[in-house]
C-alpha cells in the first residue's frame, strides 16, 4: 500500500469519527389531518409549537372532516382535526380496527356565517329563509327582501364537517338544492360569492374577510354573541385522537388548550374554547 493510500485511509477514518459526534437532530414528528375549516388555525398551532420545540416537525393536511377519520382510522395521522363530532359509523370502524372509541378533544368555537355579496341589500335571513334558499324552495333574492335575481346556491363537498353541520341543524337534515355550487373550503366559497353578486354561501366567521356576513334571526355572528349562544349556528372545533395522548400528541394538545394555543385560536378568528382567553386556563 502506497504512503498516498495509508494517507487516504486515514483522513477516511478521521472525518468517519468526528461525523459520529456530531449531535443528530430528532425526527420527532405529529400528523394532522382533517377540517378544511380549521386547517389554517392548525397551521398557526404548528408553526408556534415548533417554534418552542425546534427539534420537531409538524405536518399539518385539510382535505375535510371525513378525510381526517379516515386517515386516522387508517393510521395515517395522529391527530384529526374535526368541525364536527365523529358519527356512528366512524366510530364504529375505529372500534373494529383498534377496539378502541377514539377521545374528541373540544378545543375551540366556531360560528358559520352566511355569506352574501358587499352589494347585496339583504343583510339578515331567518333560519326559515335559510332553509328554504338552500334546499330550493325559494329562488330569487326578490322573495327575502332583495332584488328580482336568481339566487345562485354555493355549498361545501360532502366530506366537510361544515356540510353535515349546516345540513342537520340548518335544513333539518333535508337535502340541498341540486343545482348548488359545490366548493372545497371556506377561502373558495368566500370568492365565489365575492365574484357573484348573486350568489349566497356559508363558512365560518374567521373566513371571507370581504363578503357581507348577514345575521341571522337578526343576530349577527359577533364574538360576543357566540359566546352567549345567542347566534344560532355555533359549534365546537375538536382534535379526534385514537386513545387518551401521551408523550409528544398530549404535549401539544395540553400546550392548545393552554394559554399560548388559546390566544392563537383569538387571532386566527375563533373563539377561545373559554369563551376568552383566561389569565390561568384550568389544566
Known amino acids: 500500500m502506497t504512503i498516498k493510500s495509508i494517507y487516504g485511509l486515514c483522513l477516511l477514518s478521521t ?23 380549521m386547517y389554517l388555525l392548525a397551521q398557526h398551532w404548528s408553526e408556534a409549537y415548533m417554534k418552542e420545540n425546534p427539534d ?6 385539510g382535505g375535510g372532516t371525513a378525510r381526517g377519520f379516515q386517515a386516522l382510522i387508517n393510521g395515517e395521522t395522529d391527530i384529526c382535526t374535526a368541525s364536527r363530532p365523529m358519527l356512528p359509523h366512524e366510530v364504529r ?19 358559520l356565517s352566511i355569506y352574501v355579496h358587499p352589494l347585496n341589500p339583504v343583510s339578515d335571513l331567518s333560519v326559515s329563509q335559510l332553509k328554504e334558499i338552500f334546499t330550493g324552495q325559494t329562488t330569487n333574492w326578490k322573495e327575502v327582501g332583495g332584488s328580482d335575481s336568481p339566487i345562485r346556491v354555493i355549498i361545501r363537498s360532502p366530506n366537510s364537517g361544515t356540510y353535515f353541520y349546516f345540513k342537520e341543524h340548518v335544513l333539518n337534515n333535508q337535502a340541498y338544492l341540486t ?29 371571507g374577510n370581504q363578503v357581507k356576513h348577514c345575521s341571522v334571526n ?31 400528541v398530549n404535549d401539544f394538545i395540553t400546550w392548545i388548550m393552554d394559554k399560548p394555543g388559546q390566544i392563537i385560536v383569538a387571532q386566527t378568528g375563533f373563539i377561545p374554547i373559554f369563551g376568552t382567553v383566561p389569565a390561568n386556563p384550568p389544566r
Request: hydrophobic share 40%; proline share 4%.
Open 179 to 207: 343545482t348548488a355550487i359545490t366548493r372545497y373550503s371556506n377561502e373558495a366559497i368566500a370568492q365565489a360569492v365575492l365574484d357573484d353578486p348573486t350568489a349566497i354561501g356559508y363558512g365560518g366567521t374567521a373566513y
Open 218 to 248: 337578526g343576530i349577527a355572528p359577533t364574538i360576543e354573541n357566540v359566546v352567549s349562544d345567542r347566534y344560532f349556528i355555533s359549534r365546537y372545533l375538536y382534535l379526534y385522537t385514537l386513545d387518551t395522548p401521551r408523550g409528544l
Open 56 to 61: 420537531l416537525s409538524i405536518y399539518v393536511t
Open 93 to 111: 370502524l375505529l372500534a373494529e380496527q383498534y377496539r378502541r372509541l377514539g377521545v374528541s378533544h373540544m378545543v375551540a368555537k366556531d360560528a
Open 15 to 37: 472525518l468517519l469519527l468526528t461525523c459520529s459526534h456530531i449531535p443528530q437532530r430528532s425526527t420527532a414528528y405529529l400528523r394532522l389531518q382533517g377540517s378544511d375549516t
